[in-house]
């Protein structure tokens, strides 16, 4: 799930939802809590409210770092909305609209010792600060075998004042390279050139990579390549063959196939206001969205309910991920009762009970028949969310190749050098307590669709192959 620079839910960072500051008793008077310093259980969050403070800490172990862009825009995401006060004066939870978790802060009389000397802008401060920010926050070194407490060490004997920037960030992506996480990042900007490290951990990824390689263009330019032809040349052209429909903002399609099979794409779960395939809003309206998906559901179904649908196919062998509420709302049209989708927890929360995330049937417009969900590795985040979702549900099948394993909302953190990190940090059981983290999430019925040497070319055929065994199986 896309996602936070405070207890990232959903993944809406903090960056996006921020805009202008304001004074701190306003603020207070606002949500109706106490002046204070609020501790976050899980994620690190220190939030200073005292005096006119108005100042957002990244706490991991003994580091600490003052977070200066967020610090003045806090009444931008603490808000009414966000922020729920408790009958006990002394603790609050925050979270967003349509997400069952929240993050649970506690009142402190003072912040906590290592924010008093918050981490410095040198070598050894971001060096110190990004080791230990790893080492407080993320959740799965031991799925991906890293021993981190090794990679600092060995990393720390290249350290020098003398280093450079881009030697920092190289010493930096080394440390992460072993962990093979679909929700793992470093972005910084450094001498105005943007820099990114990042694993592949797709085959379409690598496949990507090696054409651009081959062919000595960008990796971009091959990826829209790639999504053009598995987005309108083959889902329109060749699965729809013209006589689909496009809704969300372009991210979902939707029509028959061969009279009476209904077959829904869902590329990503964002961006469902947007116009076109690949826009994404900077400032998500979850209202907004929440709006737009049940009305767009409620027409597939309808037009599906006219054609006699007898069975239905939901692809989404490439989805980009988003919001989990989105996924849930599309799961939702096929439930029979309220059934449990799974429990998420942060990794480093100390109080706080996993939550439990449900799916129930809505009273709209909604199909009963066997359902059929494709996915592959590049079924990533909010994707492997519906996935779980519809897994969840007696007639469904999920057929096609593993998820990518990346469920966790990333957890955003800045170094003291405004470098941005990204991490996985939550925890995400199915009702059969099964981890899919690192692994993906395996179908019951495997279909190959996506490889690294002929990337997307094999999709409509893996459709095909799909509507015929529905054929033999469901159909009248």
């Not at 701190?24 to 403070?53: C, F």
């Amino acid at each position: 799930m896309r996602q936070s620079t405070i207890g990232i839910i959903s993944g809406v960072t903090l960056a996006s939802l921020v805009a202008c500051g304001g004074t701190t008793a306003k603020l207070l008077a606002e949500l109706g809590i106490l002046e204070g310093v609020w501790v976050s259980d899980g994620y690190g969050y220190v939030i200073d409210v005292r005096q006119d403070n108005q100042e957002l800490y990244h706490l991991a172990g003994d580091t600490c770092i003052l977070d200066y862009n967020a610090s003045s825009e806090l009444d931008m995401f603490l808000t009414s909305d966000t922020v729920h006060p408790s009958k006990t004066e002394d603790v609050f939870d925050f979270g967003v609209t349509y997400e069952p978790h929240r993050t649970v802060f506690t009142r402190q009389a003072s912040l906590p010792d290592a924010c008093l000397s918050p981490a410095t802008d040198t070598t050894e401060g971001n060096f110190q600060a990004f080791a230990d920010v790893f080492a407080a926050h993320y959740a799965f070194f031991d799925l991906y075998d890293v021993n981190w407490d090794h990679q600092v060490e060995t990393a720390r004997q290249s350290l020098s004042p003398e280093m450079t920037d881009a030697a920092l960030f190289q010493l930096f992506a080394e440390m992460i390279a072993p962990l093979k996480d679909g929700h793992l990042e470093l972005d910084a900007e450094i001498d105005g050139v943007n820099y990114n490290a990042a694993p592949k951990t797709t085959p379409l990824s690598r496949g990507v990579a090696r054409r651009a390689a081959a062919l000595g263009i960008s990796e971009d330019a091959v990826f829209l390549e790639q999504l053009e032809a598995y987005w309108v040349n083959g889902i329109n052209e060749q699965i729809l063959q013209g006589t689909g429909t496009q809704a969300a903002g372009g991210k979902i399609q939707y029509g028959l196939i061969d009279g009476n099979i209904g077959y829904i794409a869902v590329l990503m779960l964002t961006g469902f206001a947007e116009p076109g395939t690949l826009s994404i809003p900077d400032d998500p309206d979850n209202e907004n969205e929440y709006r737009i998906v049940n009305e767009v559901m409620d027409d597939i179904m309808t037009d599906f309910a006219d054609a006699g649908v007898e069975a239905v196919i939901i692809d989404a062998s490439v989805n980009f991920g988003g919001h989990d509420y989105l996924g849930r709302e599309i799961a939702a049209r096929f439930a029979d009762q309220k059934r449990l989708v799974l429990t998420k927890q942060a990794s480093d929360a100390q109080h706080t009970a996993a939550t439990p995330v449900y799916i129930a049937p809505t009273g709209r417009p909604s199909f009963s028949g066997p359902v059929y969900l494709m996915t592959t590795q590049s079924t990533v985040s909010a994707g492997e969310i519906m996935t779980l979702a519809l897994r969840a549900l007696p007639q469904v099948t999920h057929v096609g190749q593993p998820t990518q394993g990346a469920l966790s909302d990333i957890l955003y953190k800045s170094l003291p050098n405004g470098w941005e990190i990204g991490m996985s940090n939550e925890v995400y059981y199915d009702p059969d307590g099964i981890l899919w983290e690192g692994r993906g999430i395996a179908p019951e019925r495997p279909i190959d669709i996506f490889s690294e040497t002929d990337l997307v070319s094999r999709h409509p055929a893996a459709v095909q192959e799909l509507s015929a065994h529905i054929r033999v199986s469901h159909l009248r």
